[in-house]
C-alpha cells in the first residue's frame, strides 16, 4: 500500500499535529491505544487539564446569581465564555446569544418545548437526524403540527435538493391562518418580529422574489445536521436561507460539524435561527457543557412560549396570584445555576483550537479518511470477494471525517458489528458499533423500509429479539461499525485499524457469535 504522502501530499504540512500528540496527548501512545471515535467525542490535551486546575487553584468562584465577590468572578468567566463562542462562530452579540445547556439535547430540546407548533404549521427534518433532533417531533405532535421527513437517496446517503425544495413547499399563509384557531392567530401575529409574520432575516429575500409572500408567515421549523454523525455527509448551508424564504425557522445541528470545519455566521446568506453545539465534541473537556446559539429575534419566539419557569429565567414570580415574568432574552432559558465551574473550560478549549488551527485539523482529518476510504474498498478476502460494504460517500467530496461501514466474512455475510465491537476492544481499538442514534440513516443504508418497521413497532409481540426479527425478514444486519477521525488522529492509527482488520475478517467465515440477544435499543 503507498505511503500516505504519496496519495495525499498535503498530510505532511500537518506534521505539527505529530508533535502535538506526542506532547499533549501522549496519553494515546503510551497506553497503545488507538482512537477512532472523534465523532464520539474529542480528546483532552494535557494542557486543558492544566489550566482547569489552574484556575480553580487561583480564582473563587461561585453561584453567579448574585453580586458578591465570588458570584461576579463566575459570572465575569461566563459572560467572556458566551463572547468567545460568538466570536469563534463570527456571530455579532447585537444579533445572536448564548444559552448554556449540558449538551446538544438539552438545546435542542430548549426549541421543541417552546416552540410554537400549531395545526397548520409543520416539522420538517432531513432522514438522517441525531435522536435528539428527531424527538422534537413529540412537540410538534402535542402541538398539532404534522412532521415531514426528507428521504435519503441511494448509497451516498445524501438529500436531493429538489426534494427539499418539495418539502419546504406547503399550503399558503392564507390557508394555514384559516385552519389555525383564532387564539394561535394572535400568538403569531401579536408577536411581530420575533415571528416569521413580519420576519426580518436578513437572509438575501428581494421583495420581487416570488418567496417572498411565503417567507412573510413563519410556516414552521426545518432541523438538518451540518454533518451526518451517521455518515459523514455535508449538507448544504444553502438550505438555510432556502427555507427562510420558504418562510420556516431553521435549527442546525452543527456537533458533528464544528470539529473539524468552521461556521460564519457573519455572512448575509447563513443566519440559522438555533445552532446546537456540544463542546466535547470538539475537544473533549468539559463534557456537561453544550449550548444554544439563537437569533435574539428567533429566540423571542421561545421566551414567549416557554412551558414552565425555574430558578434564574424570570424576573418575578408570585405565589398569592399565578403570575411570573420571564428573564430577557437568554437567561430566560438558562435553568437553575450552570456549570460555572466548567464553561470557563470552553473559552480555553476555542483558545486551544485556534491555536492549532481548524484549517490544519481538516486538512489532517480529509487526507487521513480519504486513504482510509481508498484502503477500506481494497480489502479483499482471497477470492477476490469485498470485506467491507460502506454506507454513505465513497469520495470526499461534501464530507466530512466519519465512514461507516460493516465486515462481510468470507462468504458475504455481514460479520454482527457486536463481534466487531468485541474484538476491536480486545486489540485496544476505540470505534464506534451501532446505529449511533441515527435511526434514518440506519434504515436507508441497511434496507430497513416501512414494511419492516411496521414490523419492527411491534418486536415485542411477534420475535422474542431483534435478531429473529432480521432472520425472518431478511435484514442483514441492524448495525454498524463507524470510525472517525480528529485532531491528533494520524497515519499510524490507519495503519493499526487495517493490521487488525486483515488479520482479525480475512477468509474469516463467521460461525454463530453466541452473542447475547439484540435489544431494541436504536
Known sequence: MPNITSVYPEYQSTARLDELRRSEYSYLDSQDHVYLDYTGSGLAAAAQVRHHQQRLAQILSGNPHSSNPTSAAATEAIDATRAR??????????????IFTPNATGAARLVGEAYPFRRGTRLVLTADNHNSINGIREFARVGGAKTAYIPLQGPNLRVDDADVVTALSSSSKRNILRRLPLACRSIFSSAGDSTCINNNHPSPISSSSSSSSSSSFCKGLFAYPAQSNYSGVRHPLSWIPLAQRHGYHVLLDAAAYLPTSTLDLSSSDIKPDFVLVSWYKLFGYPTGVGCLIARR???????????????????????????????????????????????????????????????????????????????????????????????????????????????????????????????????????????????????????????????????????????????????PALGAVRVSFGVVSTAADVDKFFGFAEKTYKDRVMAAAGLPPRELNC
Not at 463562542?85 to 448564548?98: D, F, G, K, Q
Open 85 to 98: 463562542i460568538l466570536a469563534h462562530v463570527n456571530a455579532s452579540p447585537a444579533e445572536y446569544t448564548v
Open 297 to 475: 429575534d428567533s429566540l423571542e419566539v421561545l421566551r414567549l412560549r416557554r412551558p414552565w419557569f425555574s430558578g434564574g429565567t424570570i424576573q418575578v414570580a408570585a405565589t398569592s396570584v399565578l403570575w411570573h415574568r420571564m428573564a430577557p432574552g437568554a437567561e430566560a432559558f438558562e435553568d437553575g445555576t450552570v456549570n460555572f465551574l466548567s464553561i470557563p473550560d470552553v473559552q480555553f478549549g476555542l483558545d486551544w483550537l485556534n491555536g492549532i488551527g481548524i484549517g490544519l485539523i481538516e486538512t489532517r482529518v480529509r487526507c487521513l479518511t480519504g486513504w482510509f476510504m481508498d484502503r477500506l474498498l481494497r480489502l479483499r478476502h482471497s477470492d477476490g470477494s469485498p470485506m467491507v460494504r460502506v454506507y454513505g460517500p465513497t469520495d470526499m467530496t461534501m464530507r466530512g471525517g466519519t465512514v461507516t461501514f460493516n465486515f462481510l466474512d468470507a462468504a458475504g455475510k455481514v460479520v454482527d458489528e457486536r463481534m466487531v465491537a468485541l474484538e476491536s476492544a480486545a486489540a485496544r481499538i476505540s470505534l464506534r458499533t451501532g446505529c449511533f442514534c441515527n435511526p434514518g440513516a440506519g434504515e436507508a443504508s441497511l434496507g430497513l423500509d416501512k414494511k419492516a418497521i411496521r414490523k419492527l413497532a411491534r418486536i415485542r409481540q411477534q420475535y422474542p429479539d431483534m435478531d429473529a426479527f432480521a432472520q425472518e425478514n431478511d435484514i
